[in-house]
Antibody, heavy 125, light 107 residues
Framework: QVQLVESGGGVVQPGGSLRLSCAASGFTFSSYGMHWVRQAPGKGLEWVAFIRYDGSNKYYADSVKGRFTISRDNSKNTLYLQMNSLRAEDTAVYYC??????????????????WGQGTLVTVSS | AIWMTQSPSLLSASTGDRVTISCRMSQGISSYLAWYQQKPGKAPELLIYAASTLQSGVPSRFSGSGSGTDFTLTISCLQSEDFATYYCQQYYSFPRTFGQGTKVEIK
């Protein structure tokens, strides 16, 4: 069965850095685009970043562009999110999620079908 | 970016009620819309994609409709396990965007 397990969350000071990991199993990781989505305490869902199946294209929310970097290692079935210059407003549970369909074409239009359990990032002094 | 307006933000209903949640886009997205259900402390779960296609295992009391800019999620006969928060999401373009969420609570 599909499993996505996030790790790497914790407490970090404003301006600090953190790297999240998402270990995938139960599907052919190298065939699927992957996302990070976050949820601030008591708030709604905010999409953060996407990476194509082969890492060739990446997209970011404006709120994290230039500070966060999404990457993947298909040999390790692992997704990453490097977060730099962290701010208090980055405090959230961070989820990794997979694309429903393995998209090879230019247009990636598929929903998110499996999500991890999330990892909490707290930015506070 | 495509902006989404989801309404209502809070819906009070009773078991057995029919409830409807709306999602309106700032521009047309054809049928590239999904609905997710989230329960407290849990990750979201995919309910409906392509505006009206039920994900495998989702009860038939859930249905979705719409295309272009206006979409609706309907729960025909609310069950106790349906009390949760629901989100729409467009996957027509990047950045992906979610609606603000609708919490369905017990009246």
């Amino acid at each position: 069965q599909v499993q996505l397990v996030e790790s790497g969350g914790g407490v970090v000071q404003p301006g600090g850095s953190l790297r999240l990991s998402c270990a995938a199993s139960g599907f052919t990781f190298s065939s699927y685009g992957m996302h990070w989505v976050r949820q601030a305490p008591g708030k709604g869902l905010e999409w953060v970043a996407f990476i194509r199946y082969d890492g060739s294209n990446k997209y970011y929310a404006d709120s994290v562009k230039g500070r966060f970097t999404i990457s993947r290692d298909n040999s390790k079935n692992t997704l990453y999110l490097q977060m730099n210059s962290l701010r208090a407003e980055d405090t959230a549970v961070y989820y990794c999620a997979k694309d429903y369909l393995p998209v090879r074409g230019v247009l990636v239009r598929t929903p998110l079908d499996y999500w991890g359990q999330g990892t909490l990032v707290t930015v506070s002094s | 970016a495509i902006w989404m307006t989801q309404s209502p933000s809070l819906l009070s209903a009773s078991t057995g009620d029919r409830v409807t949640i709306s999602c309106r886009m700032s521009q047309g997205i054809s049928s590239y819309l999904a609905w997710y259900q989230q329960k407290p402390g849990k990750a979201p779960e995919l309910l409906i994609y392509a505006a009206s296609t039920l994900q495998s295992g989702v009860p038939s009391r859930f249905s979705g409709s719409g295309s272009g800019t206006d979409f609706t999620l309907t729960i025909s006969c609310l069950q106790s396990e349906d009390f949760a928060t629901y989100y729409c999401q467009q996957y027509y373009s990047f950045p992906r965007t979610f609606g603000q969420g609708t919490k369905v609570e017990i009246k």
